[in-house]
């Protein structure tokens, strides 16, 4: 993850080192699969790729097991990579949750730095997921409110009729508008 946002934002390994306050080498251990962190390395670390303060939060989950596919984790994608990346990682979640049923994924609450948005897109798609599975959706999924404005997800004018009849339940409450198969995948 370190690696990943260091390339993402341009620099080495000795400028970020520097923007960091941490040591060339201290760069290249958290970059080290395998390697113990110091949590005020990656605190470091996280404030020199202008991460929000709870993205702490995905490296120390990776250090306690949260899954990469987790919920939390995808809040943090987005979030990270900017939020018109939330089809790749929404999708990356879903899948990863209908392939193993885990309910691990959805027992983090997104982060809290997460926009409007993303939490009540991620809270829709647990509660729908859960339906299908017949698992009981989080606690944390009712707390997400619903949108201050109507989002249709699909942006297309001429698809937002569609939406308005189509979109689950769990969407709608939150003010969120959705084809029908949105979450169907080929």
């Not at 670390?45 to 949260?66: F, K, Y």
């Not at 193993?100 to 994924?105: A, K, Q």
């Not at 997800?153 to 569609?162: D, R, Y």
Request: charge should be positive; charged fraction near 20%; include cysteine.
């Amino acid at each position: 993850m370190i690696r990943h946002l260091r390339l993402r934002n341009g620099y080495s390994q000795r400028e970020f080192a520097k923007r960091a306050c941490l040591s060339f080498r201290g760069v290249q251990l958290l970059e080290e699969k395998g390697h113990n962190w110091r949590v005020e390395s990656m605190r470091k670390a996280a404030a020199a790729v202008r991460l929000p303060g709870t993205g702490i939060d995905v490296m120390v989950a990776h250090l306690l097991g949260q899954s990469s596919d987790s919920a939390m984790v995808t809040s943090i994608r987005i979030l990270s990579d900017g939020f018109t990346s939330w089809p790749l990682h929404l999708f990356n979640f879903v899948d990863a949750f209908r392939s193993s049923r885990n309910e691990d994924l959805i027992r983090s609450a997104p982060v809290d730095a997460a926009t409007p948005k993303t939490r009540a897109l991620l809270a829709s798609t647990v509660e729908a997921l859960c339906d299908e599975t017949g698992i009981p959706a989080p606690a944390w999924c009712a707390g997400v409110p619903a949108l201050s404005q109507p989002w249709s997800v699909a942006g297309v004018e001429s698809l937002k009729a569609t939406a308005l009849v189509e979109s689950p339940a769990q969407f709608r409450k939150r003010n969120i508008f959705v084809l029908g198969n949105f979450l169907d995948r080929a």
